[in-house]
């Protein structure tokens, strides 16, 4: 403990030093894209991920031991998500603390739906009332996106066009689109698909963030997607339109 502190100790000093001088920028009204603040913001990150770093290897160098889950859970946010994989991984003891039994849920939850893992299947019922499950469409030969989203999520909302775009350029391939919504209201749900021309599957069970989906995938935020290969296996996580284009590009060709 007094040794990985001593080791923090001039990164967290520093750090410390050069936020006060930002701080005081975004007081005064200045913007936060002003090449001074950038610089001064990129030089305090340097010494936060030292410090990262330095949790890091403690971690992995004492994987029984717990006195750096303060460090991890105050720092939690700032870890790159593979480091934390990789200390989850390792079996560190801190994860089984309650400081950081939420992160270890959501960290098991990253390793199922890690690329390479056979997707995760869902029994939901169809805007007509019918059970359907992932596995009507997932693993049949063809890639499959299943696409988390809620009729009440702008964000959401905002990319439909782009990856209504994408399925009617690539569906004559054989892709397919799940829609697995995080909505409550039945109405409001089949209402956006209608009103957005989603001509896909759907499938839900209208439970809003206490659904099946959000606690399988591990999913804090939509939108979100998990692109299934042909074989069934999870060959993309977290793909927005942009990313899933060229993705899809790289499979097909075109």
Known sequence: MDELEKRMRPHSAAADALMKPLLEHIKAGKSRQDPEFLQGYEKMMTHVREMAGEIKKTVLAHPDR??????????????????????????????KTNLLKPIASELAAMSR????QPFIDLKMHNPDGMVRSLSDFCGKGNYVLIDFWASWCGPCRAEMPAVKALYDK????GFDIVGVSFDQDKNAWTGAIKKLGLDWHHISDLKG?????AEAYGIRGIPATALIAPDGKIAAFGLRAEGLAEKLKEIYGE
């Open 66 to 95: 717990i006195f750096a889950a303060p460090h991890v859970a105050e720092m939690a946010q700032l870890f790159d998500e593979g480091d934390m994989v990789e200390m989850h991984a390792a079996g560190a003891a801190i994860f």
């Open 113 to 116: 739906r890690a690329v390479g």
């Open 170 to 173: 690539y569906k004559s391939k």
């Open 209 to 213: 963030w206490q659904c099946a989906a």
